[in-house]
């Protein structure tokens, strides 16, 4: 019998520690976005599904179907969303999906005139909230893909694409790179609030 060949993007460990600033300066729009309800569970975790359609982790794409489903999410939208299919969700949801992707496409880095549009859409509050899930969800699926490439290299299924010391800085340099960035923003923080004063 033929093995599936494991397949997801590749990132490096500056990459993750690029996505991961951000995530961590991203958290406290999530708590908010938690709290002031303008995304309800089940649309969040479309949002997390569409980023981790386009990164290919296997393991959140297993938890956010999971939690699409209890939430409410029907059987048919996560086909759909499984297959690649963002458009067809209420307007409202399919503007947030596609960004999403688009987002997680471009490695972050949206262009200015999609941006604009989805922000325009949403508002800005909204927007904020739905960009701390996509960004909180990238983060993960980087690390995800590689401890899923790590781990699966030890039996027998290397990662198409991946390299060993990639899947060891990100899956295992965590340890190191989430204080580091801890750090890091709370000096950037700091020296940005001393500079204006």
């Known amino acids: 019998m033929k093995t599936k060949e494991l397949k997801a993007r590749i990132f490096t ?23 002031n ?12 599904l569409a980023v981790t359609q386009v990164n290919g982790c296997r393991y959140c794409n297993y938890v956010h179907t999971k939690n699409a489903i209890d939430a409410g999410a029907s059987e048919d939208e996560i086909n759909r969303m499984l297959n690649g299919e963002f458009g067809e ?16 496409d471009t490695d972050g880095n949206p262009d200015k005139e999609t941006y604009a549009k989805f922000v325009k859409h949403y508002g800005a509050q909204k927007a904020t909230d739905i960009l701390a899930m996509i ?3 990238m983060t993960a699926n980087i690390h995800g893909i590689a401890l899923d490439a790590f781990l699966s290299r030890f039996k027998g299924k290397k990662m198409n694409g991946s390299k060993l010391y990639n899947e060891l ?29």
């Open 13 to 35: 460990p500056s990459a993750f520690y690029k996505h991961l600033k951000i995530a961590i300066a991203s958290f406290s729009d999530l708590r908010k976005a938690r709290k």
């Open 37 to 48: 309800g303008n995304v309800n569970k089940a649309f969040s975790e479309k949002i997390m």
């Open 89 to 104: 969700e209420g307007k409202d949801e399919s503007v947030a999906l596609l960004f999403a992707q688009h987002y997680a």
């Open 135 to 137: 960004r909180i969800i």
């Open 169 to 197: 800085g990100i899956s295992l340099g965590i340890l190191v790179l989430l204080p580091v960035a801890i750090i890091q923003l709370g000096f950037e923080k700091l020296f940005n609030t001393c500079r204006r004063v």
